[in-house]
């Protein structure tokens, strides 16, 4: 994932220039994590039908805030690193791991197991930079709040699964 859009925006904010780099580079890679979490967490939250469904649709609601929170964290935090933050559609498109999420699924229960691949590989991939210190203190402080978010979001879908 490349985003070469340093802004040099004027700023008192100083940063050690490998670590702002690994900052940027892993931010981007969350933004564009999170900003797919969240659209396919609506995806699921619109067209899921079945069992439990309204406390999963409502559930899925708030996985959905809590993932835009994030979203908004890590783009302004691109920005304070002097950096243009992008999460256009195509640049999504261009830049996600994720498997196509798919639009054929109606049961609850199918939709709750795609969400849970994807949101268990962001989670673990969280940790490994958290413990590889792959940022800046600050930005590694926004990736433990995160992953506490994300780890229960698993915890809450296992508990639907197992
Ligand atoms: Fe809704």
Request: aromatic share 12%; net charge negative; with cysteine.
């Amino acid at each position: 994932m490349t985003n070469q859009n340093t802004q040099k925006r004027i700023t008192l904010l100083q940063f050690d220039e490998e670590i702002r780099k690994i900052s940027v580079k892993t931010l981007n890679r969350y933004l564009v994590n999170f900003s797919i979490l969240s659209l396919i967490t609506k995806q699921a939250h619109w067209n899921l039908q079945g069992f439990n469904f309204i406390s999963i649709h409502e559930m899925l609601d708030e996985f959905y805030e809590s993932l835009q929170k994030y979203v908004d964290i890590f783009a302004e935090r691109l920005v304070q690193l002097n950096c243009t933050a992008i999460s256009t559609p195509e640049y999504l498109v261009q830049n996600t791991n994720f498997e196509e999420y798919p639009s054929h699924i109606s049961n609850s229960i199918d939709h709750l197991r795609e969400l849970h691949i994807r949101y268990a590989s962001v989670a673990n991939s969280l940790r490994q930079d958290i413990e590889q210190e792959n940022a800046d203190a600050a930005t590694i402080d926004y990736y433990t709040q995160a992953l506490e978010e994300l780890d229960k979001f698993v915890w809450f879908i296992e508990a639907h699964l197992n």
